[in-house]
Structure formats: structure tokens, C-alpha cells
């Protein structure tokens, strides 16, 4: 079996296999370790990709992609404008994979027996994962599983093994920051956290010295305009300036000063006045540390909730392992390992020690599952009722087998090397009597058992071979870096909430079955369909603070015959693997039916957006977000409250008209974030807010819903306030499914007024940045303005249903319009 590991980087990645003893690194044509992820098409369609196609990127940045893995799990498209041609993030990245792939031996390549692990950031959410495997398959590779990027950094580490301890990897790539925390006894590895930031890498620091040095003196020294860097003419200067800047970083890992550099004829720009544009910028460490120091600072902070997350201090960790290109500059090594109080160590070579420990984990799988689960550690020969059981894979130098099930059988057992030819020497033969086996080398140690008589006559063992693994090391359960939940109906209320099926800090891998009933009857062959919404995130309230991973539909049409009846129990089977995918396997008995999510289970349009469409978006986020914060600040005094309003004031501020889509995608991921912190502030002054809410819902209703309300639903309103406010009273659990009751009721009775259904949707029909599929969302309001013009407001209604399913982000009141339905056991 051949073992490959893949680190498919923001800016490089690298490959490399693994052959149970061995790590060998696969270089590029130019003889580089690392391939720059970077892909360039000539104006005859010719395709460059590498080296070549970076260096040519930045003279001609319309025919090229970069930077590309910060938008996989989007629908973002990658443009190459020169070309008129348009690329998934998913497709760039097959084009990396198909290369990094080619360069491996044709019969590890073409081999029925190679497993290929690829990394990803342990940030990433399901959609990215997901993207991932999609860009494998489209690269043509066979046997495929994922592996976040901490955990093949710690297999690298330990393929090293000097000495045993704890040590935080410190992972800061092109693009992402992984952390994590893991402690080695005699080789065996346990991961007690991983973390980091998505958004945060070399990408961040080279953004900043062009923000921050570059174009303040283009702009000082040339006639180009304050927009300069959003005009198509300088196109051509802005990415070369950039590509000028990154290679005077990478100088600065080996110099104390150095020149940010560009002659006329390498820009070939002129200037509105004329003049030819060129780039003479003296840059120093001081400078370049100064630009650094705010994406150090989000790092460290990561680094320090890692080891809160944990459990453990600075003090109790040993060294700091630095890998990912940034961390070769000394500067940032020596700043992180002195904020955290750790030393540093530079155990593994950065830039290709994901992909080698990608590699050797790739041997720990067991590649005949589909699940992809990891290989057991112990094993057994049976024969003619006897039973030795042994340690399959460790470690260690040697290995026990142990006797068992002898029964009343007398008689002597031999374990002979058939490598070495070291022999045991007959054993007696009794339950539990054991053998130490010593392993002689790494990868497979092979060896044969004899078993003799009471009279020392060989006894016929028909599979008398035994292999042992000696591993570079062994990992225990990996912690899993989010908190997956299936949505739910509570049964008591009617009311939704989240029924975990992993919390963030869970051992994995993790398999379990949890028990449902059916909201709804479902007929076989009908239209509808039990959804099973899957969500990543552990905030209570609102739901929708989340990130939504998608929906697992069991549709009429997927049965034959028989009913689903309302009440109907469901079990829900569910597995999160090692790298945090999750599948699901839904069986109902009252029909016999059993349905399985298969590999892509959930509809990832659903919850992908379009992050060159959406820098609006984030302005609408901020404001509602603020919103929220304010009508906190109100009635609580605390500190945080202004900390993250400014949080979130500054992803808010981005400019509309010329934020490129990792800026946007990194504003709402900070509003995300933000968001957290909004519900951890919530936990902290629970009473005061619930009170918040609970006002703010009866002043909606009294100022919108009352008039339109039967006195049966006022009186239910009412009855249901005072049931709330005495839930806050007592402190009670309830409160929050009493709040979704209530703002159920206020929907509902609204939902019957013309006037709020026109108003609410000439609202969506103005806010084409609230949804990711804007050819649907052009037809309904298409259809709803057609609706409206013929006063048809049933119709209305069915559209704006529509409409607001498939909007990108739901707050608040949108819950009753929600489609889960499934019910809490």
C-alpha cells in the first residue's frame, strides 16, 4: 500500500508518501519542496501552474488565480478576465492536486492501492471540507481522506521524537492559523486542543505592506489617484507591487533591511500623467515588525484560548513548534514564543512538515472503509480453539502477545522473527501467558507462532503469520473543532432549539444514534420531506447565529410505500470522522425504511455565498448585530460591550464599491466571531437580557400584532408573557422556548395582514445581498412583483416563504418561517 500526504496551501503546497519506514518528499520541476498554489492560462489557452504560473501571475493577474483556498465552500467564481473565463475555487484547487499528484511515481499514481490524505485548516466548516474532497475527485484521485492541518504537523513532530512533554504547534500558513496542543508519552500522542483563525496568514501580513507602505508611496511619488489600487489600468501594477512586497518579506527572513523593487520596464505602467511608474521602497525588520504585530496579536490571543481550552498554562507546555512559511522569519518566531512565555523549537522543517505528517498518517488509516476510520491497534490469530491476541500497531520497540481460550490443551508456544530470526524460545502454554516481541525496525515487523504438544509435536496452525506495525507514533482521539447539531422541534413547546451531535473538545472519531418522532405525516411519494438541519456553532440563541451546514431531506419520494405518521420515532445513526465529516443514516421502522446521507449528503448551496456580491451584506450584519449589542447596553454595564461594538464598527467599515472577497468573507467572519461574544455576554447577565427580550418581543406585539389579534390570541399572548416572566423570575430553562413561542404567536398573527406581507417583501426585494442564489431570487421576485400587481396575496405569500428559506442569513423573527421538523425524542 502506498501512503501520500497532500498540504494543499493558500499560497504553496507540497506532497509527500510514506512507506511505512520512510518519508519522501516530492519536488517540483524547478526542484522547489513547495509549489506555489497559483494557476496562469496564456492567451492561447496554454495552462501554467506552479512556479511559472506565479511569477507570470503577477505581470498579467487577468489570466491568473491565486489565492483561491480562501474562497473554497463558496460560490465565489475565480475570474480570469482576459480569458472571459470563470473557475470554482473547487476546480483551482483540482488543478494544484492533479499537478502536486503528478509528480509521484506513475505506478504510485496509477496503483490501485495508493491512500492519499489531504489537509485542511482545522477552521475549516463543513462546506470547505466538503470543497475539498470535491476538488480531489475532480483531480482524478482515488482513495481520498482529510485530515486538519494541526494534527499531520504533531505526526511530523513526532516522527522526530527527541524527547517526550507538551508543545503547542504554532501553524501560521498563507492563509489560515492552526493551533494545537498535544502531550507524547513513549511515542503515543494525545491531542488536548486545537483552534485557530481562518482568516489570518502570509496573505494578511503581505495585504498590510501593500496597504501600509506600497501604496501610500505610489500614491506620494506617481500620478495615479487615491482609488489607484481599484482601477483597471494599474491592475497590472497593483499585483506586481504585491508580488514585489512578498519577495522583500521573504528577504527580510535572512536580512535586516532590504529594497521593495520594481524597474519601468518590469511594471511597463505609465501613470496619468505619463510618466513610466516604477517601485523603490527601502523596507526594514522594524517596519515589517510593526506591520506584523496586529496579526500576531489576533494569533497569540488564538494561542492563549487554546491552552484555556485545554486546561493547561504556558508552564506547562515545553516548546512552541513553528511551522507554515511565515513562521521562518526569526522575528515572529522569537515574538510568539516570548508572548506566550514558551521557548521555541524548530523541530520540523515548516514548509513541508503538513504534508510528510500527512503522509505518515495516511499509514494509520484503514483505507477499506468508506468511513476512512483509523487502523486497530490490536489483533488476533484463531486456530483449533486456540487464541493469541497481540498488539498490532505501536510505537514502541516491542510488541506482547498474549495466550488465550488454552482451555484444558498442555503444551509449549514459540514466536520466531522471520525478519531477524530472533526466536522466544518455547513458552509454556496457559491463559495469559505472554511473549514480548521485539520490533526491529519501523513500518512491518513479521513473524511466525508455533504452538507444540504436551509430547513437544508441532500443532497445525493454518495462518500461523503475524505483522506488526512499528509506528512513528500513535494518536489518540482527536478533539473536534466545532459543535455539530441536527435542529429540532422541543416536543413540551413546539419550540426549536439544537440536539449536539458532537460538542467542540469531543473525541473523535465518534459514532452514536439518537432517537427522533416525526414533526409532520410524510406519505410515500409525496412532495415533502423531513429535514434533518444540520448546524455548526454552540450559540443557544438565536439559532441562526450559527453557521448553517445544510439540510438532509428523507422526501416522500424516497419510499414506495407506507406513511411516516406524525409521532413516528426516527433514528438517526450518525458518525463524525477523524477530520470532522459527519454522515448520517436515517431509518424509520414503522415502514422498514432505512436512508443513508451517502458522501455529499446536504445541499451545499444552501449555505454558500458569493462573497464578490456580498460586501452589502456586511454592512446589513454589522447594523442588525449593533442592534442587538445596543438594546444590551441599555440595561447592563460591562466592559466588552464596547470592545465589541468596535469589533464589529471596523468588519462594518469595508468599502462597498471596492472590497475584493476574502476582505468581505473576513468582515463577516469577524461579525461571526462577534457574534459569540454577544452570546457569551448574554450567558454573563442572563436575567437582565432575557428581560430585554422579553420587553422587546411585548413591545413588537402591542405596537404591530395587537390590533390584528383575536381576543383568543390576545389572551394567549398575554398568558404566555406572564408564564416567560416568571421563568426569568426563577431563573427557569424554559424561558428561551417561551421567547421562540411568542415571537411564534406575533409572526403568525401578522402573517395574516396584506399590509405586513407587502411590506416584507418589497423589503427582501430590496436586499438582493441576503441571498447566495441570485438567478432564483431575481425569478421569485419577479413572480412576487407579478403577485402583487394582481393584489394576489396568497401567492405573495408562497413566494416570500421561498424567499426567506433560501436567504443567506435569518435573524430573529424569521424562526417561525423556519422548516424543521423533526421533533426531540
Known sequence: MNYVGIDLGTTNSAIASFDGESVSLYKSPEQH???PSAIFLDRRGNKFVGTRAYNNAARNPDNAAVLFKRMMGTSTPIKLKALDKTMTPEEC????????????????????????VITVPAAFNQMQKDATLTAAEGAGIGRVALMQEPVAAVMSIMRQRNRDGTFLVFDLGGGTLDIAIAQSMKGRVSLLAHGGVEMCGGRDIDRALMDEVVKPWLVDSFDIGDDFATNPMFNTLVRMATWAAEKAKIELSHAEDTVIALSETEIGVRDRSGEEVYVDIPLDRARLDALIDPILQKAIHSARETLDQAGISAHDVDR??????PTQYKPLRDKVAFELGISASTDVNPMTAVAEGAAIFAESINWETESRGRKSARSSLSSNGLEFAY?????????KIVARKVGGMVGEFQVDSLDTGWSSGRQLLKDGASIDLPLSKPGQNAFRVFVFDADGGPVSIPDDRITISRTAASIDAIPASHTISIEVIEGRNGMRGLEPLVRAGDPLPKKGVLKFRAGETLRAGSPGALNFKLWEGSIREPIEDNIFIGTFRVSGSDFDEGMIATGAEVHCEYEITDAGNIRLDISVPDIGGSFSSGHNYYARQDAQLDYGQAATLVAVEAETTIERLDAFAAHIDDPRINQIRDRIAKAGAIDVDRAEPEETKQALDEIRAARKDISILRRDHLKLIRQVDLNGIIESFDGLARDLARPDEEQAFDALVRTAQHSIDINGNDFESHLSELRSKNIAILWRSDEFIVARFQWLAQSPEQFADQAQYGRLTDKGRTALARQDFDKLRDILIQLDNMRFTRIGEEEMLAMANIVRG
Request: glycine fraction near 14%.
Open 33 to 35: 519542496d513547495v509549489t
Open 391 to 399: 498488539v498490532a500497531r505501536t510505537p514502541d520497540a516491542s510488541a
Open 93 to 116: 484547487s483540482a488543478e494544484i492536486l492533479r499537478t502536486l499528484f503528478g509528480y509521484l511515481p506513475e505506478s504510485m499514481r496509477n496503483g490501485g492501492d495508493t491512500g492519499t
Open 320 to 325: 512552541v513548534v513553528f511551522v507554515g512559511g
